[in-house]
């Protein structure tokens, strides 16, 4: 028996896009457009395509002129699109003695072993645990370790010393923010938020933003909350 109108649907060529009427349950035909054979069951109730996406990024500024670049995480390197220079996004491990300068929108890590010196150094993230003579600044944070011997100057986004260990500077520190688990002896001036963790130890004056304190935490000094800093 023929089927009905009631029984037909349209379906729409997936080579074409021609769209004919087709028996509901029909399995397969031709178009009539393009000639082409398909499924109609498929070309009714189509797959749906994955949607593609690109490469997973992170944001960044132009060293030169400060200009904000997406650029995909495993990149090593990429040009700005403002003033066409050159920026580095490798991470540097150190584990030797160097004196050469680094400005990278990576992470820079100078191991126990490693000693630099005479360097102007930018990077977008640092741990340092060994010897550094020099000037040295994050955009992000800086971790310090025990181990870490400093000589210069510093400035930080981020200050961190992570639990059990001890950092001592006789100038004020001026940072962005901090993070203290371990023992820190110094004057801080934060323009953000100082997270003093429940192990960690402060000698010295607070200037800051926003200070939290957790329970277990010991700061012997002065603390003027709610100033943005020096």
């Avoid at 011997?149 to 992570?162: D, M, T, V």
Wanted: aromatic share 6%.
């Amino acid at each position: 028996m023929a089927a009905s109108k009631q029984d037909k649907v349209l379906v729409a060529c997936p080579h074409c896009g021609h769209a004919q009427p087709e028996p509901r349950t029909a399995i397969s035909t031709i178009c009539k457009g393009c000639r082409g054979h398909y499924q109609v069951q498929e070309a009714l109730k189509p797959t749906r395509k994955a949607v593609e996406t690109g490469p997973e990024k992170r944001r960044i500024t132009c060293f030169e002129c400060g200009a904000e670049l997406d650029v995909p995480i495993s990149a090593q390197s990429t040009m700005c699109k403002k003033c066409s220079r050159y920026v580095d996004l490798n991470d540097y491990h150190i584990a030797n003695t160097v004196s050469k300068n680094f400005k990278t929108k990576g992470t820079f890590t100078l191991e126990q072993s490693g000693y630099v010196f005479n360097t102007e150094t930018m990077a977008g993230e640092a741990v340092i645990k060994g010897r550094f003579l020099g000037k040295l600044v994050t955009e992000r944070s800086l971790t310090i370790y025990s181990s870490a011997e400093i000589k210069g100057s510093f400035k930080a986004g981020r200050l961190i010393i992570p639990a059990a260990n001890r950092f001592h500077w006789k100038d004020p520190l001026k940072v962005g923010s901090a993070e203290i688990a371990g023992e820190l002896v110094a004057n801080l001036q934060s323009e953000g938020t100082v997270i003093l963790k429940s192990t960690a130890r402060l000698f010295g004056d607070v200037e800051a933003k926003n200070l939290v304190v957790e329970e277990g935490a010991v700061v012997v000094g002065s603390m003027r909350v709610g100033g943005a800093g020096a």
